[in-house]
């Protein structure tokens, strides 16, 4: 199963009983596991999961903490972007050049690459003590 099909296939399953917002992310660790996870909302709005976040969870469960490659798609007008949390839980697990790919439902994507989404990232560079 490619990324594409496998982040469709988990965002049927997000529960989104809220917003209505479904979105699904799939990501390939660079072991070459394919890992999902979907939004999962819960009626006090800050305890909600993104889709991203379920990923990451998944792929690390499965021993995994590199990512290659990242898929998220919603039914929206345009390509949706991971939000700034999640961005910065995916700088935890991939390099800046690795490739993130927003979509639509309706098969619209767009491309860009960690380090474009996420210019600047607070990395483990910051916590380096002399």
């Given at each position: 199963?490619?990324?594409?099909?496998?982040?469709?296939?988990?965002?049927?399953?997000?529960?989104?009983?809220?917003?209505?917002?479904?979105?699904?992310?799939?990501?390939?660790?660079?072991?070459?596991?394919?890992?999902?996870?979907?939004?999962?909302?819960?009626?006090?709005?800050?305890?909600?999961?993104?889709?991203?976040?379920?990923?990451?969870?998944?792929?690390?469960?499965?021993?995994?903490?590199?990512?290659?490659?990242?898929?998220?798609?919603?039914?929206?007008?345009?390509?949706?972007?991971?939000c700034g949390?999640?961005?910065?839980?995916?700088?935890?697990?991939?390099?800046?050049?690795?490739?993130?790919v927003m979509?639509?439902?309706?098969?619209?994507?767009?491309?860009?690459?960690?380090?474009?989404?996420?210019?600047?990232?607070?990395?483990?560079?910051?916590?380096?003590?002399d």
């Amino acid at each position: 199963m490619d990324l594409r099909e496998a982040a469709l296939a988990v965002r049927a399953r997000a529960h989104a009983p809220y917003s209505g917002f479904a979105v699904g992310a799939a990501l390939r660790g660079a072991g070459g596991g394919l890992h999902v996870g979907c939004n999962v909302e819960n009626v006090s709005y800050p305890e909600g999961t993104c889709a991203e976040a379920g990923a990451i969870a998944a792929m690390v469960a499965a021993g995994e903490t590199r990512i290659a490659e990242v898929y998220v798609v919603a039914d929206s007008p345009q390509p949706v972007s991971p939000c700034g949390g999640c961005r910065q839980r995916l700088a935890e697990f991939a390099a800046s050049d690795v490739v993130v790919v927003m979509a639509t439902t309706a098969g619209a994507e767009r491309r860009m690459t960690l380090g474009a989404l996420l210019p600047g990232a607070f990395g483990t560079a910051h916590m380096a003590t002399d």
